[in-house]
């Protein structure tokens, strides 16, 4: 997800179509093992062809959008603590971004997460937790390239909790199959230098489902492969309003890397309520960039940003904490204002 226009400097995007809603499906399906490499490529060990079952498309689903957060405002009243710098306050994400470099690109980020539980302040309250490049916006980037895992609140009954991917904003948030609070997963953005294409991987270590979905520029399609079985090409075209994957009026800069919590937006431009989460931490928080540096997010050399996040209005809603274990885990936490 990316972050949204709750009040002035962020900025927007069109918003898209999501694929329909899945039904449950059975665990102990033959999956791909996916290996996650700390700041390398993405390491498919084998696959088993599995069959998922019959899906269909609820009418409580909701879409969701998700948008580049600004980087240009800064908490003045922080005081600075180890590895956590003043935060910039946004109002749509809370967690670290990275910037390379003059002149570097980002190619890989990834992480781990043990999938925390929310509850519904309101019916429609929704949080993302993701893993992406690109985002953290700059003059002409507005674009995000993202994995990770949903929960989202729908009328009365329990939340929904998903694995997704978006590639914004040519499409929106894309679900592919159920999670459980308590699940290990695993998220990966992987950018290919030689084909001009993003390999979004998303990985239920607990379940055994596992799902990656390659979006190449130069064909404008994707083809995503879930538990071993793989659907595509599709063309972006075919399937969205906003046709063009990384156009040239919105190139992907490859300028960032995130690890974020997020509540995202919906077709009129506003944002859903935040989720009220438990504390979730983000950890084997790693990334690489094109002149060959690799590593946490203290690595010498990327700028790293700590974000909390708080309406327009200054009511904290969530915080990032410092970070942990040689910059490679911290953790963010649902403010009550």
Request: glycine share 10%; net charge neutral.
């Amino acid at each position: 997800g990316q972050a949204r226009s709750r009040g002035a400097g962020v900025l927007g995007g069109l918003r898209r179509g999501t694929v329909p809603r899945r039904t449950r499906w059975g665990r102990g399906l033959s999956v791909a093992t996916v290996g996650f490499v700390a700041a390398g490529a993405l390491v498919v060990v084998g696959a088993t062809p599995a069959v998922a079952r019959k899906t269909s498309s609820p009418s409580h689903h909701q879409r969701a959008f998700t948008q580049p957060a600004e980087n240009t405002t800064v908490n003045s009243v922080c005081q600075p603590k180890p590895n956590k710098p003043c935060p910039h306050t946004n109002n749509v994400w809370s967690g670290y971004v990275l910037s390379p470099e003059s002149g570097h690109q980002f190619t890989t980020v990834s992480a781990s997460w043990v999938q925390t539980a929310v509850t519904c302040p309101k019916s429609n309250a929704w949080a993302l937790f993701w893993t992406g490049i690109d985002g953290w916006s700059q003059i002409g980037n507005a674009t995000v390239e993202q994995g990770g895992s949903s929960a989202q609140c729908t009328g009365t009954g329990p939340p929904d909790y998903e694995a997704w991917w978006e590639m914004y904003p040519t499409n929106d948030v894309q679900t592919v199959f159920p999670i459980s609070v308590g699940d290990h997963i695993n998220a990966q953005v992987v950018f290919s230098l030689v084909d001009d294409s993003y390999t979004v991987t998303v990985s239920d270590v607990t379940s055994g489902h596992s799902f990656f979905v390659v979006c190449s520029v130069p064909d404008n399609s994707y083809t995503i492969t879930v538990d071993g079985v793989t659907t595509g090409p599709t063309s972006f075209a075919a399937t969205t309003s906003s046709a063009v994957l990384c156009p040239v009026s919105s190139p992907c800069m490859n300028s960032s890397a995130e690890w974020v919590v997020e509540a995202p937006g919906g077709n009129n431009g506003s944002l859903y309520p935040l989720a009220h989460f438990r504390p979730l931490v983000f950890k084997s928080a790693f990334a690489a960039d094109n002149a060959g540096d690799s590593g946490p997010i203290t690595t010498n050399g990327w700028l790293f940003s700590a974000i909390d996040l708080a309406t327009v209005s200054g009511i904290e809603e969530a915080n990032v904490m410092p970070l942990m274990k040689q910059g490679t885990s911290f953790r963010v936490v649902w403010s009550r204002g």
